[in-house]
């Protein structure tokens, strides 16, 4: 594979948790095209910041390929596509921006009355073939600049075709990787095992929405009606499900059972993705030993560790915060020949305590760190790295926190219930 990749982001599938996950591999300012997630923005965009990044993302199905390199690696996430389907409509039930929310709330609908007004109803078929099966020409995508959905009422006829499956059966065969939502823990560290990253799967923390909207009015008839409507959809799900299966079983012959990865229970599953766990890491660690030795990071660079949520403020202070969890690590690549002073920057804590009661170890080994006079740009902590703990190439740094804290708990009028610990500005090493 090469390093420059398309994440073909369809709805409602964990893809931005998955985005935030992966985009710690990339640098923020030079690597990751964050600068437009739907057609109405990718115009206008400088064509250049689109061809040079490496990680591509976006609501944008299989025609951006049209404006892509023919060689870039794609991969895709699928979800069941009626539960797809339903926490899609909730979303627009309660997202005051996107488009469906306007014709939700004015006309009062509940959730069974939606899926049968003229103008949603499309909104909830068959969207998986939408994304992946409905080439639109270029200048269809210029003159009208669609939301894939939108356009899919255009081309109707095709989208639900035999042609249009076949056609995303194969985009499909032409990606590299392919994830289930619904095994997303083994699918996602497939996705590291395959790319050399660290798994880190408790970084974001997303609450869901509230879903009474939904099951008020949403019964067994409504599913097998969302059933019926999207028999294409299923095909494909089916597709990608039997994907994920061959390669998991090509990748790791001897791990998995006879059985169908979709007929293991829970405990058996469980087996399954902790060796893969164990597997990713080993070459994860593998990876970061050929790494080049850096003495110097900063935030928006590539962040070779766990725990740290995505880039905040990415132009111009740039910083991640620590949490959900209490644990968060960095992993330093040494030369192993000296002992070495390392200095973290931080620029703030969610709460006074937070500092107070924080942890420093190497290797999992508790140290001694020295608080440095404060700074008006933030705190700053400095501690020694021994030359044994260097053994293996490289440290793992871990802060841990007595407790993380949203910005909810500390101001009832602000709706953000991500919880947070620590912000890190950078680190960098001396020779001690």
Known sequence: MSKKQFFIHIRKTAGTSLVSLIQRNYDWHSEIFYHASTWREIWRQ????????????????????????????????????????????????????HWPHKILTDNKLSAKEALFH??????????????????????????HQPAIIKTAERFKDFLNS???????????????????TEYFTLSYLLLCYLNHWRPD??????????????????????????????????MLYEHAKKKLEEMV??????????ASLYTLDKQELKLVEDKIYELAMARYHSHLCNCPVQYEWQAAMPL???GWQDVHSPEATPHRWSGPGTFSELDVRLDGLHSCKMKILFRAVMAPDILTHMQ???????????????????????????????????VSVGIHLPRTVSPAELDAKNSDTLKRGIAIDGYFIRPS
């Open 304 to 306: 070779l560790g766990c």
């Open 46 to 97: 400088e064509p250049q910041k689109l061809f040079q990044s490496k990680f591509i993302r976006g609501h944008f199905g299989i025609n951006l390929l049209k404006l892509l390199p023919d060689n870039i690696d794609r991969f895709t996430f699928l979800r069941d596509p009626v539960q797809r389907c339903l926490s899609d409509l909730n979303f627009a039930n309660r997202t005051k921006g």
């Open 118 to 143: 003229p103008q949603i109803n499309n909104y909830c078929k068959n969207h998986l073939l939408a994304n992946l099966g409905m080439d639109v020409p270029i200048e269809y995508l210029w003159l």
């Open 162 to 180: 035999a042609d249009c499956l076949e056609n995303a059966k194969n985009h499909l065969n032409d990606c590299y990787f392919i994830g289930i």
């Open 201 to 234: 799967l408790h970084t974001e923390a997303y609450h869901k929405g509230d879903k009474s909207w939904i099951t008020e009015t949403i019964g067994p008839e409504e599913i097998e009606y969302l059933n019926m409507i999207n028999q294409n959809d299923f």
């Open 360 to 394: 420093v170890t190497v290797n999992q080994q508790p140290i001694n760190y020295s608080i440095l006079s404060p700074k008006k740009d933030g705190i700053q902590i400095e501690f020694i790295i021994d030359k044994e703990h260097q053994k293996c190439g490289f």
């Open 249 to 258: 079983r090509h990748i790791f012959p001897d791990l998995m059972p006879r």
